[in-house]
C-alpha cells in the first residue's frame, strides 16, 4: 500500500516537472511573448581585474544582444517587437557546479541535476519579476587564463554557462558568445565540425545559397566564423557580423511566413 502510494507520488512529481519544463520550452519557443533573460554574472577566478568589470556593468552593455535577436527574428517571420529583453542582476557570490572535462557518464547526470537545481534556487531567492532563461557569465581576468573553458546552454534546461574575458576590449566577442549560447537554450544545435572547428556546409552557413559561395560575408550564429574559402575562416568581430542561418531558425521555431 504504502509503496504505491510512494511510487504514485514519486511519478506525479516526475509528471510535474516534465510538464513544467515542457511548457517552459514551449513559451520561451512560441515567440509570441518577450523572452525574459536574467544575466547573472560571476566572478570566475576572484580576481580584482574581474570584479571590477562586473561592477562596470551595465543594462545596456546587453543592447547589443538585444537588437541582434531584434533584427533576426523578423527576416524568418517573428513579428514581436522586442522577442527577447534582457535583465541584469546583482552577481552572483558561487559559481554553478562545473564540469570537468573527463567527466563520467554517471558524473554527467549528477552535475546536470545539480546546475538545474542551482538555476531553481538563484531564481527563487528573486522575488519579483524572474526571468525564463538564466544565463551565468563567468567572468576571466585574462592575464590568469589564455584559455577558457567551454561555455554551454541546456537545450531543455533554460539556462546556460557562459565563461567570457574580464576586458573591454572583448566586450563584443564576449556578446557573441552569449548570444551563441542563448540559442543552444531555445534548442539550436552547433554547426562547425568537431575536427577543426570549420562551419559545416550548409547549415553553418548564413549565406547557403550565396553565388559564388565564398567568401561568405557573415558568420552563421551557431558556427561561430566567416568562411572566406572552402578552407580558411576567420571569427566575427562583433554581431553586425552574425546572422542566424536558415537551420538554426528552423529550430528555435523561427518559421518563414
Ligand atoms: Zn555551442
Request: glycine fraction near 6%; hydrophobic fraction near 45%.
Given at each position: 500500500?504504502w509503496?504505491?502510494?510512494?511510487?504514485?507520488?514519486?511519478?506525479?512529481?516526475?509528471?510535474?516537472?516534465?510538464?513544467?519544463?515542457?511548457?517552459?520550452?514551449?513559451?520561451?519557443t512560441?515567440?509570441?511573448?518577450?523572452?525574459?533573460?536574467?544575466?547573472?554574472?560571476?566572478?570566475?577566478?576572484?580576481?580584482?581585474?574581474?570584479?571590477?568589470?562586473?561592477?562596470?556593468?551595465?543594462?545596456?552593455?546587453?543592447?547589443?544582444?538585444?537588437?541582434?535577436?531584434?533584427?533576426?527574428?523578423?527576416?524568418?517571420?517573428?513579428?514581436?517587437?522586442?522577442?527577447?529583453?534582457?535583465?541584469?542582476?546583482?552577481?552572483?557570490?558561487?559559481?554553478p557546479?562545473?564540469?570537468?572535462?573527463?567527466?563520467?557518464?554517471?558524473?554527467?547526470?549528477?552535475w546536470?541535476?545539480?546546475?538545474?537545481?542551482?538555476?531553481?534556487?538563484?531564481?527563487?531567492?528573486?522575488?519579483?519579476?524572474?526571468?525564463?532563461?538564466?544565463?551565468?557569465?563567468?567572468?576571466?581576468?585574462?592575464?590568469?587564463?589564455?584559455?577558457?573553458?567551454?561555455?554551454?546552454?541546456?537545450?531543455?534546461?533554460?539556462?546556460?554557462?557562459?565563461?567570457?574575458?574580464?576586458?573591454?576590449?572583448?566586450?563584443?566577442?564576449?556578446?557573441?558568445?552569449?548570444?551563441?549560447?542563448?540559442?543552444?537554450?531555445?534548442?539550436?544545435?552547433?554547426?562547425?565540425?568537431?575536427?577543426?572547428d570549420?562551419?559545416?556546409?550548409?547549415?553553418?552557413?548564413?549565406?547557403?545559397?550565396?553565388?559564388?559561395?565564398?567568401?561568405?560575408?557573415?558568420?552563421?550564429?551557431?558556427?561561430?566564423?566567416?568562411?572566406?574559402?572552402?578552407?580558411?575562416?576567420?571569427?566575427?568581430?562583433?554581431?553586425?557580423?552574425?546572422?542566424?542561418?536558415?537551420?538554426?531558425?528552423?529550430?528555435?521555431?523561427?518559421?518563414?511566413?
Amino acid at each position: 500500500m504504502w509503496r504505491t502510494i510512494r511510487i504514485s507520488l514519486l511519478l506525479l512529481t516526475l509528471v510535474a516537472v516534465g510538464f513544467s519544463a515542457w511548457f517552459d520550452q514551449h513559451h520561451t519557443t512560441s515567440w509570441q511573448h518577450s523572452v525574459w533573460v536574467g544575466v547573472f554574472p560571476v566572478n570566475a577566478d576572484g580576481s580584482r581585474a574581474a570584479a571590477r568589470y562586473i561592477d562596470d556593468l551595465r543594462e545596456p552593455d546587453f543592447a547589443p544582444l538585444v537588437e541582434f535577436i531584434a533584427r533576426e527574428a523578423p527576416r524568418y517571420g517573428v513579428s514581436i517587437a522586442a522577442p527577447v529583453s534582457v535583465r541584469l542582476y546583482a552577481p552572483l557570490r558561487a559559481a554553478p557546479p562545473l564540469l570537468e572535462p573527463t567527466a563520467g557518464a554517471l558524473t554527467r547526470v549528477l552535475w546536470s541535476l545539480n546546475l538545474r537545481r542551482f538555476r531553481w534556487q538563484t531564481l527563487h531567492s528573486i522575488t519579483r519579476s524572474r526571468p525564463q532563461i538564466a544565463l551565468f557569465v563567468l567572468y576571466h581576468d585574462p592575464a590568469r587564463t589564455a584559455v577558457l573553458p567551454h561555455s554551454l546552454g541546456l537545450q531543455r534546461g533554460l539556462m546556460g554557462v557562459v565563461h567570457v574575458f574580464a576586458a573591454h576590449s572583448q566586450h563584443d566577442q564576449n556578446a557573441v558568445v552569449i548570444a551563441h549560447e542563448l540559442l543552444h537554450t531555445f534548442g539550436a544545435t552547433d554547426k562547425y565540425s568537431a575536427a577543426d572547428d570549420s562551419p559545416l556546409f550548409p547549415a553553418g552557413y548564413a549565406e547557403p545559397e550565396r553565388r559564388p559561395r565564398y567568401p561568405q560575408r557573415y558568420a552563421e550564429l551557431m558556427a561561430g566564423r566567416i568562411p572566406l574559402s572552402p578552407t580558411t575562416q576567420v571569427m566575427p568581430d562583433d554581431l553586425s557580423q552574425v546572422r542566424v542561418g536558415p537551420a538554426s531558425a528552423r529550430e528555435i521555431g523561427w518559421r518563414m511566413r
